[in-house]
């Protein structure tokens, strides 16, 4: 279990006023060892979990970040391992009697100067990457789409050397669903915005089957974008003029490459940082995330909304329970009411479902200290660094205000990825302790580790070692304003991520709430 380390014993302990610390060495310390501060370990401890630091009385309170993370089961020695069985998981907190806006942080002073070489689109948005998307309206014709992909990448792309890639927008959406149930806004709205992402450059184009519920006009009216009145933008399978899928396919091939001529057009321009809207993401998290990567990344958001960009953090089961925290820093009282009801709109959504918020954490994030949610949600705030949050959207609603915004998502990687998409995301910062291959398509995505270990073992995976806070060899400053101009190296296309690298790209993941006929 464990190995020699050259680290002398550590464990980080958040905030003065808690009862335990994470221990930082690589694979953990066994019984016995004794620290700087004269705490000595009663047992085995894992790296990245819990040391009591004082003795816990059963049914005491248990504070991490500053804050009761749950209470003691049974009392607990100081020195003891502070894991799952020992902790009760507390009540969440009320959506009642909130602080609404009662310690809005004061603005942050501007950071001028600072720009990256993007795609300006004619609706003003830029894109960090210039990409042909193919929306698909209904599954049924996804691999009829894939076929037309492989081929438009192979005998057409290489023709315009100024377009990234092309991307077929499937899912599993369209029919044999109740689409005008209440709820079904949602994957609709989602499809269609991220149809019109700034990294598609506002040139999208539709395949149809034709006979499906979610019918093109719907998806993506032609007043959506002014391309789409004056020119087709639908290849519709079932239309009689088509006598064999080869003809299908040539269809698709020629409206795409008309799309490839106006996006090949198209070159990077010096742009302002302000232009940028990066979503941030936790996904096989760990408790050094909430103490490293998070709150470096938080560091990051501070500067990208002093320069004038839209940071989006999302993940409603993941802020639940430090909501208390969150409607207190808004902006004003009608931004705290929002995020009170995304959080009430997602624990009826739970109620429905007949589970609640402690079916997160994962068996991952347990094994990597986290030992519930109300742990994992304090960590996972840090992502939004400081700065007051300016406003809120549901689930697949484009973003259009600047600063730091709670973008409502599932806390589903995939899910919360594509709804921040949709959201009008153009650069992703993604955070993670146990090490996840994720990757999407259409935007970069910078991965910060939050162990160096896991940095060390997957080099040409992780973009960005957050773990050297941990160790006190670098600062959350230092790493957070390393990351601040690693996205702007990244957006700019002079820096490429490692899932782009190896073309690690996942699937969208459509929610849809309502139900399936």
């Known amino acids: 279990m464990f190995t020699q380390q050259k680290l002398r014993p550590l464990f980080v302990q958040v905030d003065p006023r808690d009862t335990v610390a994470i221990i930082v060495n690589q694979g953990g310390l066994p019984a016995g060892t004794e620290f700087d501060s004269g705490l000595t370990l009663l047992e085995d401890v894992p790296e990245a979990h819990k040391v009591a630091l004082v003795d816990i009385a059963a049914d005491a309170p248990i504070l991490r970040y500053g804050s009761v993370i749950g209470y003691a089961k049974c009392a607990i020695p100081r020195g003891s391992w502070v894991h799952e069985e020992r902790m009760r998981l507390p009540v969440a907190p009320s959506l009642d009697n909130l602080p609404l806006a009662t310690a809005t942080p004061p603005t942050m002073s501007p950071l001028e100067g600072y720009t990256f070489q993007g795609f300006l689109n004619d609706d003003g948005s830029v894109g960090t990457k210039n990409i042909l998307g193919i929306t698909t309206t209904v599954q049924c014709v996804a691999a009829t ?202 624990d009826d959504y739970l109620d429905r479902g007949g589970v609640d918020r402690s079916a997160n954490p994962s068996p991952g994030n347990k094994k990597g200290g986290l030992t519930n949610i109300v742990e994992k949600a304090l960590g996972a705030i840090a992502k939004s660094g400081a700065s007051a949050i300016a406003g809120v959207s549901g689930p697949g609603e484009r973003v259009t205000t600047k600063g730091l915004i709670f973008a409502a998502t599932p806390a589903s990687d995939f899910i919360c ?101």
């Open 145 to 346: 789409v894939d076929f037309a992909v492989k081929r438009i990448k192979s005998e057409l792309l290489p023709h315009y050397p100024n377009v990234d890639d092309v991307v077929a927008l499937t899912h599993n959406y369209g029919c044999g669903v109740a689409i005008d149930a209440p709820g079904a806004e949602i994957p609709i709205r989602t499809l269609r915005n991220i149809s019109l992402n700034p990294n598609l450059g506002g040139a999208p184009m539709v395949v149809s089957l034709g006979c499906e519920k979610l019918q093109p006009v719907r998806l993506l009216p032609s007043n959506t974008l002014p391309i789409l009145a004056a020119d087709p933008y639908i290849v519709r399978m079932q239309d009689e003029q088509f006598h064999s899928f080869g003809e299908i396919v040539n269809a698709i091939m020629q409206l795409a490459e008309k799309r490839l001529a106006q996006l090949n057009a198209r070159q990077r321009v010096t742009r302002p940082a302000s232009d940028l809207i990066v979503g941030l993401q936790c996904g096989g998290s760990d408790a050094f995330s909430g103490v490293t990567a998070n709150p470096a990344v938080g560091y990051a958001s501070d500067l990208l909304v002093r320069a004038g960009a839209t940071v989006m953090f999302s993940e409603v089961t993941e802020v639940r329970d430090g909501i208390h925290l969150l409607t207190a820093r808004a902006a004003n009282q009608q931004v705290a009411l929002d995020l009170i009801r995304e959080m009430a709109w997602y």
């Open 417 to 517: 990825g594509t709804l921040q998409l949709a959201a009008s995301m153009n650069m992703h910062v993604f955070t993670t302790g146990r090490g996840t291959p994720y990757g999407l398509a259409m935007v970069p995505v910078i991965k910060v580790a939050s162990r160096s270990s896991l940095a060390d073992r997957w080099p040409d995976l992780i973009d960005l070692d957050a773990g050297s806070i941990a160790t006190g060899n670098a600062t959350i400053e230092q790493v957070g304003t390393q990351l601040f101009h690693l996205i702007l190296e990244v957006a700019s296309g002079r820096k490429q991520t490692w899932t782009d690298r190896w073309g690690l790209h996942n699937d969208f993941a459509l929610f849809n709430p309502s139900p399936v006929t």
